[in-house]
């Protein structure tokens, strides 16, 4: 797979908390001229680009961002006001204490709650790997599965581990046939994206991926 290639499967990512707009302009002036699937960015930008840069990017958001721990009724509201200013994909982070906790059926409802807003936009759940044991990264892939997401994402890129090749072979033999992987965090080399890409994962989440395509050096999750 060419360097293109990998690139129309990478969400390019800008979520720092002090991005500034200038930064955002440089990830989507790179993500329309190398036709990346998205750009992933913080919901206050989202109006601003899409008033910019129309149809040129895909726009991806984050919700319950990054701790997850959110009532389900702020993450809804993120959500509706997200789809309102023009964003097209909602990446959302479980409540990560509720998964802890076993509390199963309020876990699976917020992600039906927020499919539901969602409707034909698509929905990617960030359940953070790096917190969960085996038994728990199980569980949800049947949970995302049965609440109707579209992707089960490994990670947000600021907890205590990004994705591996482990937790991406968990979630193909547990999801069900209508959900897709989102590999995210930690992805620093174009050896990384093209592992990925081969065990399954149809989005990369990262904010790397053009600059290695350009062989630059790089920094960033």
Known sequence: ??????????????????ATWEDIQKLCDEAAQYHTASVCVPPTYI????????DRVTICTVVGFPLGYSVTEAKAAETARALEDGCDEIDMVVNISDVKNGYWEKVEEEIRTLKKICGDHILKVIIETCYLTEEEKIKMCGIVT?????????STGFGTGGAVREDVELFREHIGPGVKIKAAGG??????????IGLGCDRIGTSRAVGLCKGEKTEGY
Do not use: N
Not at 1 to 18: I, N, S, W
Not at 146 to 154: L, N, S, V, W
Not at 187 to 196: G, P
């Open 1 to 18: 797979m060419t360097a293109e290639e990998m690139l129309t499967k990478v969400d390019h990512t800008q979520l720092k908390a002090y």
């Open 47 to 54: 109006k601003a680009i899409r008033d910019t840069y129309g």
């Open 146 to 154: 049965r609440a109707g997401a579209d992707y089960i994402k490994t």
């Open 187 to 196: 992805i620093s080399t174009l050896e990384d994206l093209e592992m990925f």
